[in-house]
């Protein structure tokens, strides 16, 4: 079993940053590393489906972003730490949202970076509240 932990959650004004890390519990199966998966945060607002956020591939030189995002959100991992981060400055209203941490299912994956369907596991959540 795979169980990823967020971290780093709460409420901010705009403008404020927030830095956001993710890492795998010690229940995690000793056959799962995640410096061999693509990564990714998603974000999620009552009535609406769960949105991709931003991503990282398991050699880190592969990025994407949400646009409205871009400029803002910085992902990162350290593959030592076994983790991965989401950086976010000037945040805004809008960026509200219980945050996901998630890992493709299948290591080495080369492609469908920001795909939410390539993304198996999941972690709880963290809450992110901005105010105006």
């Known amino acids: 079993q795979v169980q990823l932990v967020e971290s780093g959650g709460g409420l901010v004004q705009a403008g404020d940053s927030l830095r956001l890390s993710c890492a795998a519990s010690g229940r995690t199966s000793s056959t799962y590393n995640m410096g061999f998966y693509t990564m990714g945060w998603f974000r999620q607002t009552p009535g609406k489906e769960r949105e991709f956020v931003a991503a990282?591939?398991?050699?880190?030189?592969?990025?994407r972003y949400l646009d409205s995002v871009k400029g803002r959100f910085t992902i990162s991992r350290d593959n030592t730490k076994k983790s991965v981060d989401l950086q976010m400055n000037s945040l805004k209203p809008e960026d509200t949202a219980v945050y996901y941490c998630?890992?493709?299912?299948?290591?080495?994956?080369?492609?469908?970076?920001?795909?939410?369907?390539?993304?198996?596991?999941w972690g709880q959540g963290t809450q992110v509240t901005v105010s105006s």
């Open positions: 990282i591939s398991w050699g880190g030189d592969i990025k």
């Open positions: 998630a890992s493709h299912s299948t290591p080495y994956n080369q492609r469908d970076y920001d795909a939410k369907e390539r993304f198996g596991y």
